[in-house]
Each structure stands twice: as structure tokens, then as C-alpha cells.
């Protein structure tokens, strides 16, 4: 099962270092998408990596500040989050698909396209 960790309270211009990791299955065969879900909002796609880690996606309102890699060999995802605002308070999960991103037509971060979710960990930046 995916488990998302790394999360906690930080001031705003902090850093924190998220991981997704699996004990049952290959993170190393499936592309890894980093969703948020803040209070009273929906759950948006953050930043996704293919199963060969080339071409990384970033949401609009986190490029330049997060940074997502993998290391297949450990079965891990990281994303990298630095320079953090108040609003990137959410809860984050990540989920699996086969391959890469996005499904041939459509965009990356389709929630219904994932195979596997993770639970939360919940990220609190304060001003």
C-alpha cells in the first residue's frame, strides 16, 4: 500500500520533503502523481513523474518551488517543497498509474486514471 509521510508545520518560506513509498509492489513500473486536498477545496494535482522519470509536471502554483524525483532502486518518490506559502496547507497523497502521466488524449492528474492511492500527510505552513 502507497504511504505518503513527511509532512508537519513549518513557517512560510520553509522547507519540507515529502516520500511516497510502497512495501507491496514496484513504484519503479507506475507513474507517481502528488495530489493536495486543502480545507473546503478539491483535491488538485500537484506534481506527477513517469515510471522512467523523465518530463516531471508542476501545477502552475508550485513550479520553481517543488521538485519531484524518484529512486527506484528504494522504491521511493520525494517531492522536494521549498520557498512554502500558507496556501499550500492540504493534506498530500500520492497515487500510482501504469507508465507515464497521463493517458494518451487526455491531461496528468486525472484522479479517476489512478490505480493506487495512499493515505495523507497532512502539511501546515504558517505566516
Known amino acids: 500500500q502507497l504511504q505518503a509521510s513527511g509532512g508537519g508545520l513549518v513557517q512560510a518560506g520553509g522547507s519540507l520533503r515529502l516520500s511516497c513509498a510502497d512495501s507491496?509492489?514496484?513504484?519503479?513500473?507506475?507513474?507517481i502523481t502528488w495530489f493536495r486536498q486543502a480545507p473546503g477545496k478539491e483535491r488538485e494535482g500537484v506534481s506527477c513523474?513517469?515510471?522512467?522519470?523523465?518530463?516531471?509536471f508542476y501545477a502552475d502554483s508550485v513550479k520553481g518551488r517543488f521538485t519531484i524525483s524518484r529512486d527506484n532502486a528504494n522504491n521511493t518518490v520525494t517531492l522536494q517543497m521549498n520557498t512554502l506559502k500558507p496556501e499550500d496547507t492540504a493534506v498530500y497523497y500520492c497515487?500510482?498509474?501504469?507508465?507515464?502521466?497521463?493517458?494518451?488524449?487526455?491531461?496528468?492528474?486525472?484522479?479517476?486514471?489512478?490505480?493506487?492511492w495512499g493515505k495523507g500527510t497532512q502539511v501546515t505552513v504558517s505566516s
Open positions: 513523474i513517469s515510471s522512467t522519470g523523465g518530463n516531471p
Open positions: 497515487a500510482a498509474k501504469p507508465g507515464y502521466c497521463s493517458v494518451t488524449g487526455s491531461k496528468w492528474g486525472v484522479e479517476s486514471h489512478m490505480d493506487y
Open positions: 507491496e509492489f514496484t513504484l519503479g513500473f507506475y507513474a
